[in-house]
């Protein structure tokens, strides 16, 4: 902004970038505000077997219940929230959360046992201090084996290799934890983390999947990315699937586990009942 203004030292005094930093720390107490005053909700979407449909996990995603705007997708606030390390707050109570969510369900439905929450962790996270015992305590409180809890970092997380992120990583992985990579396919293309780093999932982006049933290039690249994942003994799932195509296609290319609106959109705990209780 201070550039575009006529690029002065002193740009500081522009008016047009002191309006941004207000709105941007506006837009900051706001979020802290929601936080406070729980106008975040957790959505769950499930997660399933592709041969069969059976429903096998769900991932946490979360919204925010905003009072005058309604309900409002994680897009809009996350890089926000990242920004200003409220993150860390928003992302432990959203793991708390969802664990504790996975404890009703396994309570109520007895076919829920074997149902895995996936939630979502920002690299802001794992820089913080205390990730691994945040962790441990939602699953302590909640009263779910560890091995029912699954993380979803991103490439460009497991990228950054330094002592701080293996210490995380192999700490996570011996409270029993399961890791995904989320966004498989989008960040810089070096495998070798894949090896280094203890990880049990790869989450195939949306993007491979959009174009599987209609381009073969997308096809043969879905096709690589299960391939690799047999090779290091590690599961697939698709995320995004939309079509019945698709579904069939990744199939048949060997992935096992899907994601996306032709199964289920994201919903509230209570939506997900219905799916569990019919399982
Ligand atoms: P993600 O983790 O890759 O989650 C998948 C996103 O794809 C979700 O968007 C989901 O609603 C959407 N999706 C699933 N199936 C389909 C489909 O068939 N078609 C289409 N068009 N979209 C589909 P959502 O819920 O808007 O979340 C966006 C991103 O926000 C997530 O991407 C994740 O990176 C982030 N996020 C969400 N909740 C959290 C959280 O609690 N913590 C952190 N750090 N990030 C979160
Ligand atoms: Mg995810
Ligand atoms: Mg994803
Ligand atoms: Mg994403």
């Known amino acids: 902004a201070a550039k575009a203004a006529g690029g002065n030292r002193y740009a500081i005094f522009d008016p047009a970038m002191h309006a941004d930093l ?9 979020l802290e ?4 005053e729980g106008q975040f909700v957790v959505y769950y979407q499930p997660i399933v077997e592709l041969s069969s449909t059976r429903l096998v996990g769900v991932e946490a995603l ?7 705007r309604g309900v409002i997708g994680p897009d809009a606030f996350i890089p ?10 928003l992302g432990r109570w959203v793991l708390e959360q969802a664990c504790r969510q996975l404890a009703r369900w396994r309570a109520a439905y007895p076919s829920a046992t074997d149902v895995y929450m996936s939630v979502n962790l920002s ?8 990730l691994v015992e945040d962790v441990a305590a939602a699953i302590a409180a909640a009263g779910i084996p560890a091995g029912r809890l699954t993380l979803e970092l991103t490439e460009t997380l497991l ?3 330094t002592v ?6 192999a700490a996570l992985k011996a409270l029993g934890v399961k890791l995904a990579v989320d966004d498989f396919g989008t960040g810089y293309s070096a495998l070798g983390y894949l090896r280094q780093f203890p990880v049990d999932i790869i989450k195939i982006d949306k993007s491979f999947v959009d174009g599987v049933a209609t381009s073969h290039e997308d096809a043969v690249l879905a096709q690589t990315i299960v391939q690799l994942g047999r090779t290091l003994n590690l599961q697939t799932l698709a995320e995004g699937i939309e079509s019945t195509d698709q579904s069939s296609q990744l199939e048949a290319l060997g992935c096992t586990y899907g994601q996306g609106y032709l199964f289920a959109r994201p919903a509230a705990a209570q939506q997900i009942e219905g799916l569990l209780r019919g399982r």
């Not at 505000?33 to 406070?36: I, P, Q, S, T």
């Open 22 to 30: 207000l709105a941007e720390a506006q837009q900051r107490y706001e």
């Open 33 to 36: 505000r929601a936080l406070a």
């Open 62 to 68: 979360v919204r925010w219940d905003h009072p005058e």
């Open 80 to 89: 926000l929230a990242e920004a200003t390390g409220l993150i860390v707050p």
């Open 123 to 130: 690299a802001r996270q794992f820089q913080a201090p205390g």
């Open 159 to 161: 990228m950054r290799d």
């Open 164 to 169: 701080a992120t293996v210490e995380a990583l």
